[in-house]
């Protein structure tokens, strides 16, 4: 991966103050998985719930939204829009082009657009609006939510070194904020975007198997949970390779080993390995389709 724009992950909210976000105006077009945690971490950024305006697909769908979001909702996407600062669009990848030309005459002057969508490409996005929008995309994970997620932001042709800051701002409270290009874009897919998706599946795995060895339900959600978020706390905070924190917990002819004997066995390293790689190799499809 070239790696030559790639900034040092720094926790976002340990980051410097950005740019004053409490008379911003965003407008989030599609808030549902992962518009829903983009909501939550703008407005955790400081944006006023009165200046967050949701447009879901239908009016019952953006209040619904906006209710559970702490957010305002809009009467229809031309509401949501008007005097917004920032639009930030949640829909699909295979309706974003079609919203994009639907919104373009309401969009007003010099809004930034943030795209959510995977396999988009900023070009693609650049070319269905007038020329010299400023467009970025994000692809965050649905951590972000209590700030302990990450999201890769692209800068499009157009955005200027203070819009480039804002959009940093919005995010300041999401986890990890870089930089990445979108030659990037898929390996960080890959190791966020969806590895939160991977992750639940690890969890929800290792608890059913704690269930099945004898513990309760609730304990065993609780010792997986906590184990693995002291885990990747330690990493964090100690910055200790992974392999080194594993040989701590391994005793000559313990526990540890043998069950990391079946660990390798089982073949779980390199099946984690093709569950990211197809992750990433699907992007790169869906950027090319
Ligand atoms: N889910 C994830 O973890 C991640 C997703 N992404 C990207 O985020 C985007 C959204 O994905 P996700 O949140 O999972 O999808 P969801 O289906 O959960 O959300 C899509 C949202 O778009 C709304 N919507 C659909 N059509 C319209 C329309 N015409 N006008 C306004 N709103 C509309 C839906 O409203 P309604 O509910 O009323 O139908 C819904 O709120 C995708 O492009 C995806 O690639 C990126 C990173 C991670
Ligand atoms: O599954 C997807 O396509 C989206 C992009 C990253 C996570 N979810």
New binding site residues.
Partial sequence: MDDSTAQTPERTAEATAGPELADLRVAV?????????VVRTLLAAGVRPAHLRI????P???ER?AAELGATAAAS?TEALEDADVVV?????Y??LD?VA?LRGDLPAGAVVV??????TLAQIEQALPEGSPVVR?????PISVGEGAVGLMRGTAVTAAQRELVHALFSHAGVAVDITEDQVHAF?AAA??L??FAFAIIEAMTEEAVRQGLKRDLADALVQQTLRGAATMLLESGTHPALAKAGVCSPGGTTAEGYAAFEREGVRAGLAATMAAAAERSRQLTED
């Fill in positions: 077009i599609g808030a549902g998985n992962m518009g829903g945690p447009a879901n697909s239908g019952a769908s953006s939204a996407r669009l949640g829909v699909k990848p309706q974003i919203l639907e795209s959510l969508a995977a396999g988009i994000a692809m965050p994970n649905t897919i975007g969806s939160a998706g």
